[in-house]
């Protein structure tokens, strides 16, 4: 009569149940939104004015997928919004410069991050927001 043989070999039992799919679940999805559900999209009014709070994204996201399914450019004039649809323009402006730009939303950020809008570098260069970061805004909504 022969006996088993003890396996030296890897065990893949609850390891690869387990952990597999974890794993592939935390490579998913865009790692500023992961587990953050978006709240349906508006169509703001031509007119529609807001004031707030305004950063700017670009490095890290170059090349990437936007929320609308676009590749970010982050030399383009556009911008993220919590809810506002994709496409809608808006005229920014930087209240401590003055200056202003138009963008077009094209991506999504969460809201609880306390940000009113999230401009591409390019956008945040022209109305001089680069050097510190964020700055106070006022965001019209233009034809």
């Known amino acids: 009569m022969s006996r088993p043989v003890a396996s030296t070999g890897p065990r893949l039992g609850f390891s690869a149940v ?8 935390a ?7 992961r587990g953050y559900a978006f709240p349906p999209p508006e169509t703001p009014a031509v007119g529609t004015v807001a004031e707030g709070v305004a950063s700017w994204y670009g490095p890290g996201y ?12 982050q030399d383009a004039l556009t911008a993220a919004h919590p809810t506002w649809a994709f496409g809608t323009k808006a005229r920014v ?3 401590s410069t003055g200056r ?3 963008v077009r939303i094209n991506d999504r950020f969460p809201s609880h991050k306390g940000r009113l809008i999230d401009l591409s570098r390019g956008a945040a260069r022209a109305i001089g927001l680069i050097g510190p ?7 019209e909504v233009v034809g």
């Open 93 to 95: 402006t930087l209240l």
């Open 100 to 102: 202003s730009v138009v």
């Open 18 to 25: 387990f952990f597999f799919p974890l794993l592939f679940a």
């Open 133 to 139: 970061g964020t700055g106070q805004v006022r965001v």
């Open 62 to 73: 170059h090349g990437k997928r936007t929320s609308s399914g676009e590749v970010f450019n």
């Open 27 to 33: 490579c998913s999805g865009n790692p500023k939104t």
